[in-house]
Structure formats: C-alpha cells, structure tokens
C-alpha cells in the first residue's frame, strides 16, 4: 500500500488501484478537453517550387460532406455534421468519436492560381493543391547602342 495526497490529506491507496482509476479515466477526460479546445482540424501547409500544399487532418469522414470555396481571395473549407438518426435497438455505451462542424479560411496570395486549385480526400486527409501562377517572362530584347 502506498499513501496518496488528495487537497493535502492523506488517502490510502493500492498502486495497482491509483494507476487503473488514472488510466481508465484518462480517455475519456483528453477526449472532452481535445473536443472543447479545438474547433478546426489541424492543417499543415507546404511549399514547393510550383505549388502549396494544404492537409487537414479530418479523418472518419466523407468527402461529400466537405465544402472547399473561394471568395474575394479567401479559401473556405468547412464541414458540417450530419444529424445521426437515432435507433432503439442500438445503445451507444460510450462515445469517443466526435464530428464537429468546422470552417477554416485562409488568405489566398496573389501569386496563387485560383482556378486550377484541387483537393482529395483521402486516408483520413483532405489535400489541397494549391498552383502557382506562371511567371510571364520576357523574351530576351537586344538594344542597340547609337
């Protein structure tokens, strides 16, 4: 037996018992902080010579339910949760999986080809390839010197 602080009196505990209330409680205490912290996906953003790349990390859903828009320069990708119907015969004990509506914007930068942007959904990532513009070069001039 070990001796255990709790608001500064002793409570006697089993280690055995301390570590399997901690670990059986743990999943679903992270599981309701994660879901009242974070609103949004996380997303990571590369960059490339001729391209961003966008990734949001939306795993569990399907690609019909997102929207990807493009407005006054700003990229929209949202989804919204679908109402689940509910049946009689099937009882959810537990429910750790969540998915909450969501909307993330981002500036689009000039340099960015709006109309050739794509996106993909796949293995829980929704990917967006967001093109460069080509640069117009100029063709090379020769100046003659008078």
């Not at 828009?69 to 959810?92: A, P, R, V």
């Amino acid at each position: 037996m070990s001796i255990v602080k709790f608001n500064q009196t002793p409570v006697q505990k089993s280690l055995g018992s301390f570590f399997d209330e901690f670990f059986n409680e743990l999943p679903s205490v992270a599981t309701r902080e994660w879901n009242s912290n974070w609103s949004f996906p996380p997303v990571n953003i590369h960059e490339t010579a001729d391209a961003y790349h966008l990734e949001l990390s939306v795993p569990g859903r399907s690609k019909e339910d997102f929207k990807v828009n493009i407005e006054n320069g700003l990229l929209t990708i949202s989804f919204e949760k679908k109402e689940e119907t509910k049946n009689e015969d099937y009882k959810t004990v537990r429910r750790e999986f969540t998915y909450r509506s969501f909307k993330r914007s981002f500036n689009l930068d000039e340099r960015i080809d709006a109309e050739k942007i794509q996106a993909k959904y796949e293995n829980g990532l929704l990917k967006l390839h967001l093109p460069k513009k080509e640069e117009t070069k100029e063709a090379a001039k020769q100046i003659t010197i008078s």
